[in-house]
């Protein structure tokens, strides 16, 4: 978001400009904070609301009906991430140009080309029966805070001199977080580029997939031109967000009650995304329907957590959720694409953008065919490339389908539950008070008769889908023989398992070092999982550090660098001499892997398409395709010199890995000038780990952290009340409240707070109250 942002600088008022002193801009902030204690009157409640927030921030909300319940969930989010929230609505509605600006205008097609245009009705009740009223609720707590903050609005609107609009419940339907996370059809983009520049038989080995398979372009298409170009919206949109669509690194896991020592089963979830001020995730618990975990503070419900009945997490599942299909397009009429043997017309839809600074809205024209929006036109060779998703189906918005899950009791509805989760494909690990534990790989499952989703296909090539399988042959397992279950976005495929779900899954390292962790003793206390929550051992880092042993150095110069490697035990942490010198010649070695085999501009995407199990295999078992005719001396070659050049890289860099690999929680606006930055953002902390290990501290190519756990949950389901949790930076995003930061010291020391579930543990830790009541001025007792 940081290129974006700091547009709006030539738009300030002249009051908030970069020259504004830092020393003012917190005391700014903190004039206008939300109202954490006391009475507040508003329109629209039908009966009293008691808010208490606990010393962490977390809001726990007594109300008296369902309606008054999510009213002040929407007002309490509001309270605390006004701000993000305005921010997420308008780049789901394609709204951003409006405050930022031309550069925003290719994002907001996006937006708008992937909004759900179908039935409205079939829309609502896909993800619940009283989803729309439910909506209709908390978008009226939203608007309610919005109305009562009008004179006193988040210290980021006076900044860019907006204001935010009102809410409509059809907001929180947008698309746009569901597609961050489908992997999949920029993946054909790459994968169609890697095959027309290399061949497919070489693409095979370069980039095979997992299960193996002999993958290859459909009969009659050209992959040559299928470029990025098909992704430009995409691409904006992500630029946008500063998202991190293409890695998912989360870990969760369940053990039965035979292996805990409460006899009940233990829980544990921490899905991953990236580092973020404030943070993707926001706690609350709604006692009406007595649920509470983690959610987007922009949706109603409980996306992750507990109710008083059963329990769950989730990680990414590798399920192909989308294809390309290449539309022919007659050349005469550019709105015409080939169904059959004639041409068909293409459904219009001509949207009108407003751009800050501009007198007239731009026309932006969405284009459908009937597998889907037209992503790109190549006029030149005539094709479309539409992209068919399952998140264009009625309840396809991301997480709301959480709202039948919160008040699901045991397996069964557990699984009815299932039945309507379609977007993101996830995995769910679930544990019950009756003892039973189990996982599900939930998502929207296309159902492919002639192709396995890997490139762009033709779209007269008889290539549709067939449906979508039903919650009853999606993968899963219930009360496994060894008594648990996890799940690192690995290859979760059951043996035997008859369907394709997709052929793109995480490397196995953070699930080998669960399995190895949960296999190692026979009954577990929940406070021992925050260890393998925090595990910093690099499997990868082992096997180089063995392969450097056995291919030797020569130079005596480097000789106590070879030493400080193969005298290391794995472990990433902060302070590990080894870090730094580890990180630096895996990155060595993955361009002296990829660069002979590539164009240059390619060598991006093969890592994506590759991954570092293929290439340690590779180096372990050196091959001809590889390294030439003497394979063997060609890899001990390319292990000297790229370790040589890693030494002399890392001689200039800290010698801890902590001081080298930190984390900084960016503010957006940060990039408007260095006092925004000094005010608003936190950090750098020092981190451990990198994104191969439990912990997942992936980093960028100045070996910052980008992405990782900020929410993390532990639950006893013999008892609510020792339920764990740690989030950060804080539950608010408002600078200079109580719980902006407050959370952070926890986090970074890998420290957890109780989440009091109970009346009586909610009273014992609690720090502010807040009532709500009707505008006519009733009160409870």
Do not use: C
């Amino acid at each position: 978001m940081r290129h974006h942002l700091a547009l709006v600088l030539l738009f300030l008022p002249l009051a908030l400009r970069g020259d504004e002193p830092k020393e003012a801009l917190l005391p700014k902030a903190k004039r206008v904070l939300a109202q954490l204690n006391g009475d507040v009157a508003l329109p629209g409640l039908a009966a009293p609301v008691d808010i208490l927030r606990d010393r962490w921030g977390v809001a726990h909300i007594y109300a008296k009906n369902t309606d008054d319940l999510f009213f002040a969930q929407g007002f309490v989010a509001a309270q605390d991430r006004l701000f993000q929230m305005d921010m997420w609505r308008r780049q789901a509605m394609g709204e951003m140009a409006e405050i930022l600006g031309p550069s925003a205008v290719e994002a907001d097609r996006f937006a708008r080309l992937l909004r759900y245009r179908g039935d409205l009705e079939a829309e609502w009740t896909s993800y619940a029966p009283d989803a729309k009223r439910i909506a209709t609720a908390f978008t009226r707590g939203i608007n309610a805070f919005i109305d009562q903050a009008a004179t006193r609005l988040p210290i980021e609107f006076q900044i860019q001199g907006t204001t935010p609009k009102k809410w409509r419940p059809e907001d929180i339907l947008g698309r746009a977080s569901g597609i961050y996370m489908s992997q999949n059809f920029g993946n054909e983009i790459r994968r169609a580029q890697l095959v027309a520049a290399v061949g497919v038989d070489k693409a095979r080995w370069l980039a095979p997939v997992d299960p193996p398979r002999a993958y290859g372009p459909a009969p009659g298409l050209a992959l040559a031109g299928i470029d990025q170009r098909v992704l430009g919206g995409f691409n904006a949109a992500v630029k946008l967000l500063s998202a991190q669509p293409s890695k998912t690194e989360s870990n969760n896991w369940v053990v039965a009650g035979r292996r805990s020592i409460s006899g009940k089963p233990l829980l544990a979830s921490d899905p991953h995304r990236a580092i973020a001020l404030p943070s993707l995730r926001y706690l609350v618990h709604l006692k009406g329907w007595n649920v509470i975990g983690g959610g987007e503070p922009g949706l109603p419900g409980v996306a992750i957590g507990h109710n008083e009945r059963i329990a769950w997490g989730f990680t990414i599942v590798g399920t192909d959720q989308a294809d390309i299909f290449v539309e022919e397009i007659n050349p005469d009429n550019a709105e015409e694409y080939k169904v059959g043997e004639r041409w068909e017309k293409m459904a219009v839809v001509r949207d009108m953008i407003r751009v800050k600074g501009e007198a007239e809205p731009r026309t932006a024209l969405s284009r459908f065919t009937r597998h889907g929006p037209v992503l790109f036109q190549d006029m030149s060779k005539q094709r479309a490339f539409a992209l068919k998703w399952a998140g264009s189906e009625p309840g396809g918005a991301a997480y709301l389908a959480s709202l039948r899950l919160d008040r699901a009791a045991n397996q069964r509805e557990f699984l009815q539950a299932l039945a309507a989760w379609k977007v993101p494909g996830l995995n769910f690990v679930y544990a019950d008070r009756d003892g039973t534990i189990g996982w599900v790989a939930a998502a929207l499952t296309p159902l492919r008769k002639n192709h396995d989703g890997l490139l762009p296909v033709p779209a007269t090539g008889g290539f549709e889908w067939q449906g979508y399988l039903p919650v009853s042959e999606l993968p899963q397992r219930f009360n496994p023989a060894e008594g648990f279950v996890a799940t690192a976005n690995h290859n979760i495929l059951p043996e035997k398992y008859r369907h394709t779900i997709g052929f793109e899954f995480a490397s196995p390292y953070r699930y080998q070092r669960i399995r190895d962790s949960l296999m190692a003793k026979e009954k577990w206390a929940l406070p021992e999982f925050r260890a393998i929550q925090h595990d910093d051992l690099s499997l990868p880092g082992l096997a180089l550090g063995r392969l450097l042993q056995k291919v030797g150095v020569n130079e005596e110069s480097l000789a106590p660098y070879v030493r400080l490697l193969a005298d290391w035990d794995g472990r990433l942490t902060v302070d590990a001499r080894a870090g730094p010198l580890y990180a630096v010649w895996l990155k060595e070695l993955q361009e002296a892997m990829y660069t002979p085999h590539v164009p240059k501009e390619l060598t991006g995407t093969l890592a994506t398409l590759s991954g570092l199990p293929v290439m340690l295999a590779a180096l372990e078992n050196p091959k001809e395709n590889w390294f030439g005719p003497e394979p063997v001396a060609a890899r001990d070659r390319m292990i000297r010199a790229t370790f040589a050049q890693a030494v002399a890289k890392a001689k200039k860099l800290p010698d801890r890995w902590g001081a080298l690999h930190t984390v900084t929680f960016r503010h957006p606006l940060a990039p408007l000038g260095a006092d925004f930055a000094h005010a608003f953002n936190l950090g750098p902390i020092e981190r451990p780990a990198d994104g191969n290990t439990p912990n997942n501290t992936r980093y960028d190519g100045a070996f910052k952290q980008i992405h990782g756990a900020s929410y993390r949950h532990l639950f006893d389901l013999a008892d609510w009340d020792r339920g764990l949790a740690t989030s950060a930076p804080g539950q608010s995003g408002q600078p200079g409240g109580p719980h902006y930061a407050d959370l952070l010291p926890l986090w970074a020391n890998g420290e957890y707070f109780p989440l009091a579930f109970s009346r009586a543990k909610v009273e014992e830790v609690a720090a502010n109250r807040l009532r709500l009541h009707p505008m006519d001025g009733a009160r409870s007792p």
